[in-house]
């Protein structure tokens, strides 16, 4: 009989834990299709609470069980950001128990409905009477998909230009946000010296925590885009020229990334950022100064962003249908203010405004009715960053490179060949499928 | 283990042989086989669970690596050996597999090494000694997200606690959130100072167990404390050696929340992406779960190859 050492028994254990090391890497799933699961008057709704936003929605879901007393909604802390809501949706397609309502952004829901698993709402709203051109057209139609809508807005949002007035003030500048990025050029040195030098004039976030969903603004003021539909623009020379204007704000030392501009702005260590409509709540609470915010530099330079909510394509109809209803609920003109007000997030219906509570809060919060008058200057983003899988962190990746030095048009180049090849790879064969 | 059975010589009758030989009595084949019936029984929930939940989807993972498999896809076409021509031939596979072996280096050499010298250290009949293991021991049980929040603080250019010690002395903070170089030294030491406590507490536990008289001995003969920790204390602390470095190996191939919470595998794409953060980013992120399943078997091999060499490491070092 051979001897079984310890040390045998340390080398069988040592190779047991690197094949479960590998097994549990997150794809020792099959690819099958989820069963559903779930129960035809529980409605479950996976959220990751943008904004923070649970106790809100909470009272929201009161409100419809004391409407539907024969419906109850389970509210379901599906993760910490939208990612990781995709990432447990996911793994539910591979065989778990589907959701009723899941968030998903405007980077996640297109890769669900591209593989059918979100349903088409189209039909359903129109079975349900549901009236859909109350809600704001361009956060509507950023759920399209060969003339088929997948999710109805939620958490929208769009960044804002947020500023410290008492730096404007000290550096002799109007009470305003710039009108063009070469306008802001022009006030750098300004800002710089009024700022004096520990402070940083402009913070953005980095290219792990959406830099390339900010500098659409930029990009787009200078004519340039990532992309022309499906077509990767990254070399065309004013999305060169953009990059370059970014490069030479980091290196004239007026522009420095973080993974997120919020806390430094509110304690007063930078001048201005640009930031979701969603941190607005925090800042103006947190922040020690007054408050400036204004539109982004430019005229309809404004990408829109943020979260809807949509609907498992694999659950049963009546399913479906009761999750319907709670969506509409969630979404309507009412709620969707008492949203609002509470998180930072924009009204996603047109009526909303008009509604006596809201023109009251904005009335109260003129930074708040910054974003609203913002909204029709939006324009739905570039398709290789949100509807490419990855492309937010492709873009970001190479935009951390541009600002620490690396040559601008070798970068984007790269960029241009990754993003056809992803295109090519997993998205060409499946459209219009 | 050698058999202590002593195999008996049958005796033929009526051969005239010699007598048969006392020795203990042979142990019945229905003995034995109850005792191999008991070690399938207790073996076999184990077995079953390590088949279903570690086995199965390794094998499964290494067919997933030959298709494209889009995660949210029901299907998954084979592709052959395509995502492993591209593992090889990305330019980023250099970078993934440089900061891999960078920070598992680092990791289980300098945790190992520090590990050992405290354990050493309050082994000594020191005042306090109780709280202060309890102390360094404290942080492996904390979560690795938690500290990976708690450490943002540490190291934030603007308001952390390196920061403003560097600015007693008169030096700027690096920005450990934009130089890949940065980012990675402020993972790895958060990562150590989160694991150190663990093996900490195997090699203080090798240290109580450890035959004094053999040092004592060795004191006696004249042998000086170096000699005695190289020549006396190392060989004993063999087996916990080997041991900790197969499993902190492995958990530091394995990190992945202090990463994901403190830079996303950022800087730069790529500053702090791991193999295994690769997979999650591929898998999750990029949607391309075949691919992510690739690296997954690519990383499983390598692994067991290291585990291999180890293990004949260690059985050379027992055969000198």
Not at chain 1, 240 to 249: D, F, M, S
Not at chain 1, 380 to 389: A, H, M, T
Not at chain 2, 192 to 207: M, P, S
Request: glycine share 10%; charged share 20%; hydrophobic share 40%.
């Amino acid at each position: 009989m051979n001897e079984f050492s310890r040390r045998g028994f340390l080398g069988l254990a040592g190779a047991a834990g690197v094949a479960g090391l590998a097994a549990c890497a997150g794809t020792g799933t099959s690819p099958t299709t989820g069963g559903g699961g779930g129960s035809s008057n529980t409605i479950e709704f996976w959220s990751n609470h943008p904004g923070n936003s649970k106790p809100v929605e909470q009272q929201i879901i009161k409100a419809f069980e004391a409407a539907n007393p024969s419906l109850k909604v389970k509210l379901v802390d599906a993760g910490k950001n939208y990612e990781e809501v995709a990432q447990k949706f996911n793994a539910s397609l591979a065989g778990g128990s589907l959701p009723d309502v899941v968030v998903v952004s405007d980077v996640t829901w297109f890769n669900f409905a591209l593989n059918k698993q979100l349903s088409p709402l189209d039909e359903l709203l129109s079975t349900a009477k549901i009236d859909t051109s109350d809600y704001v057209d361009a956060l509507y139609n950023d759920y399209n998909l060969d003339d088929k809508h997948y999710a109805l807005p939620f958490s929208r949002s769009t960044p804002l230009f947020y500023y410290n007035k008492d730096l404007w003030k000290a550096a002799g500048l109007e009470d305003r946000g710039p009108k063009d990025w070469d306008e802001f050029l022009t006030w750098a040195p300004k800002l710089k010296a009024a700022a004096g030098s520990d402070k940083i004039v402009m913070e953005l976030p980095d290219g792990s925590n959406y830099l390339d969903w900010v500098f659409q603004n930029i990009v787009w003021g200078y004519g340039g885009a990532y992309s022309k539909e499906w077509t990767p623009t990254f070399s065309d020379p004013n999305t060169v020229k953009a990059g370059t204007y970014l490069q030479n704000l980091a290196k004239d030392g007026y522009l420095k990334l973080s993974k997120d501009p919020a806390p430094d702005f509110t304690a007063g260590i930078v001048g201005c950022s640009m930031m979701s409509t969603g941190s607005l709540g925090g800042v103006a609470k947190d922040a020690k100064f007054p408050v400036g915010t204004a539109f982004l530099p430019g005229d309809g330079n404004c990408p829109t962003g943020g979260a809807g909510v949509g609907i498992p394509a694999n659950i049963p109809d009546d399913r479906k249908k009761n999750a319907l209803k709670f969506i509409e609920f969630l979404t309507n003109a009412q709620n969707t203010v008492t949203f609002t007000q509470a998180t930072g997030y924009m009204p996603v219906r047109k009526s909303a405004v008009d509604l006596p509570e809201e023109k009251a809060f904005l009335e109260k919060n003129p930074n708040a009715q910054t974003a609203i008058e913002q909204l029709p200057k939006t324009r739905s983003q570039d398709n290789v960053r949100v509807l490419l899988p990855g492309g937010g962190a492709r873009i970001g990746k190479g935009l951390d490179q541009i600002v620490q030095g690396q040559d601008v048009a070798t970068v984007f180049k790269g960029l241009d060949a990754e993003s056809q090849q992803v295109f090519d790879s997993q998205i060409k064969s499946k459209l219009g499928a | 283990m050698q058999s202590s059975v002593t195999q008996p010589q049958s005796a033929t009758p009526g051969s005239g042989g010699p007598p048969p030989e006392v020795g203990p009595p042979p142990r019945r084949s229905s003995g034995r086989a109850w005792e191999w019936s008991l070690a399938a029984l207790l073996l076999l929930p184990n077995l079953v669970l390590l088949i279903v939940f570690t086995y199965r989807p390794l094998l499964d993972n290494i067919r997933l690596s030959f298709t494209d498999w889009n995660i949210s896809s029901p299907i998954a076409n084979p592709v052959g050996l395509s995502n492993y021509i591209e593992w090889f031939g990305r330019d980023d596979t250099k970078i993934i597999v440089r900061n891999t072996l960078v920070f598992t280096v680092a990791t289980v050499g300098i945790s190992m090494a520090v590990g050992l010298g405290l354990a050493l250290l309050l082994d000594q009949k020191l005042k306090g000694r109780n709280i202060v293991r309890s102390v360094v021991f404290a942080p492996f049980v904390i979560s690795g997200a938690a500290i990976g929040i708690a450490f943002q603080f540490v190291f934030d250019p603007q308001f952390g606690l390196v920061r403003d010690l560097l600015a007693r002395i008169g030096v700027a903070s690096p920005d450990f959130y934009q130089q890949p170089g940065w980012a990675l030294f402020m993972v790895t030491v958060t990562y150590i100072w989160k694991n150190l406590g663990y093996t900490f507490v195997i090699y203080l536990a090798a240290l109580q167990g450890r035959r004094a008289d053999l040092d004592e001995a060795a004191e006696i003969d004249g042998a000086t404390a170096w000699t005695r920790f190289r020549r006396v204390l190392m060989p004993q602390l063999r087996p916990t050696t080997f041991f900790l470095s197969i499993t902190v190996l492995l958990s530091s191939v394995q990190v992945f929340d202090i990463i994901n919470v403190m830079t996303r595998g950022g800087p730069q794409g790529n500053g702090t992406t791991t193999l295994v953060y690769q997979v999650y980013q591929e898998t999750f992120v990029n949607q391309r779960a075949g691919y992510g399943a690739t690296v997954a078997t690519v990383m499983f091999v390598i692994l067991l190859a290291v585990t291999v060499v180890q293990v004949r490491f260690m059985d050379r070092g027992k055969q000198a």
